[in-house]
């Protein structure tokens, strides 16, 4: 079935350095995709979102880029930090229905 | 910031029992969600509720769970009978007025369920 999935189930960066966390899509009619951490123990955490009207999003020391074109969102977080490290989900909202990719754990070393 | 909340964080249960689990969404939200998510996997959708009816609900949302809106506040989710299966998080969420398919949704901290 048509599903939303993530490249690595981890990555290791260093503090300071930029991440990239990326996701793929399979259904092409897909058209609002949302970014999620979640840290131990804890909810998912919106992050930033984007619509596929859009091709790039910025918002805080994040960036969320859409290519609709190999069906591929990636979220970029600049100069990480250790308050980072964290499992990350993309999701895609199909009618209101979120379905989760299966996260990736971002860990940073200091 | 409003945010969601939910009780109990942790319910410990005897397999065959029922139990509810108690999530407040944020005051001015119309729509309701309630996810779970087993130790180690991805985040699943079980149902969404507007309205005071449900809009959807997964496969995984049988005929021993019911969500119930009982006042101005609360959403409830419950299972009637659990399983050794039903052992869980499970995050409830909420989103504003424009719409499912077009509001971000904001979870709760979860309800760490475990079924003995």
């Known amino acids: 079935g048509e599903s939303v999935g993530l490249h690595l189930p981890t990555l290791s960066v260093q503090e300071g350095d930029n991440s990239i966390i990326n996701c793929a899509y399979s259904n092409s009619a897909s058209d609002y995709f949302i970014w999620y951490k979640q840290e131990s123990g804890k909810g998912p955490q919106f992050i930033i979102d984007?619509?596929?009207?859009?091709d790039k999003r910025q918002g805080q020391r994040v960036t969320v880029l859409l290519n609709k074109t190999v069906k591929h969102l990636s979220l970029q977080i600049a100069a990480t930090q250790p308050g980072d490290s964290a499992v990350y989900f993309c999701?895609?909202?199909?009618?209101?229905?979120?379905?989760f990719g299966q996260g990736t754990e971002l860990s940073v070393k200091p | 910031e409003p945010e969601v909340t939910q009780t109990p964080s942790h319910q410990v249960t005897q397999m065959g029992q029922e139990v509810i689990l108690r999530c407040v969404p944020i005051?001015?939200?119309?729509?309701f969600y309630w996810y779970r998510q087993i130790l180690g996997q991805k985040v699943e959708f079980l149902v969404s509720f507007y309205n005071n009816e449900i809009s959807e609900k997964s496969e995984i949302f049988d005929d021993q769970f019911s969500v119930e809106r009982p006042d101005g506040s609360n959403f409830t989710l419950k299972i009637r009978s659990t399983k050794l299966e039903d052992s869980a998080m499970y995050f409830c969420?909420?989103?504003?007025?424009?719409?499912?398919?077009?509001?971000?949704?904001?979870f709760g901290p979860g309800t760490r369920l475990l079924v003995l």
């Open positions: 969420a909420s989103s504003g007025i424009a719409g499912a398919s077009t509001e971000t949704q904001y």
């Open positions: 005051s001015n939200h119309l729509y």
């Open positions: 999701a895609e909202n199909r009618g209101g229905k979120l379905i």
């Open positions: 984007i619509r596929s009207n859009m």
